[in-house]
Nanobody, 121 residues
Framework: QVQLVESGGGSVQAGGSLQLSCAAS????????MGWFRQAPGKEREFVSF???????TYADSVKGRFTISQDSAKNTVYLQMNSLKPGDTAMYYC???????????????WGQGTQVTVSS
């Protein structure tokens, strides 16, 4: 059974930083991808970033240059360093995992419980 546990959310002022973490268990494949989606109140869930086991990364245009995704394969953990945060980044952030397919991630559909990020102006 796949388990994903997020942590690291919180409240910050605009321009601040936060680092999210997601620890995964129960899913081991040679080209695993892990990443983040977010959902703001009243909006659909949107893609943020993912990383494949070979270190290929992809970012949404809205976070490029501000967010950095990284992984610790030994710990089955992915991190999202978020800098220069904006009020528009306020959302519940969810971690997901899947199979890397070329430069894409085929998501399993398993999600963590989410961690809240709130950015005030």
């Amino acid at each position: 059974q796949v388990q994903l546990v997020e942590s690291g959310g919180g409240s910050v002022q605009a321009g601040g930083s936060l680092q999210l973490s997601c620890a995964a268990s129960g899913y081991t494949v040679s080209r695993r991808c892990m990443g983040w989606f977010r959902q703001a109140p009243g909006k659909e869930r949107e893609f943020v970033s993912f990383i494949i086991s070979d270190a290929t990364t992809t970012y949404a245009d809205s976070v490029k240059g501000r967010f950095t995704i990284s992984q610790d394969s030994a710990k089955n953990t992915v991190y999202l360093q978020m800098n220069s945060l904006k009020p528009g980044d306020t959302a519940m952030y969810y971690c997901g995992t899947g199979l890397g397919d070329g430069q894409y991630c085929s998501w399993r559909g398993d999600w963590g419980q989410g961690t809240q990020v709130t950015v005030s102006s």
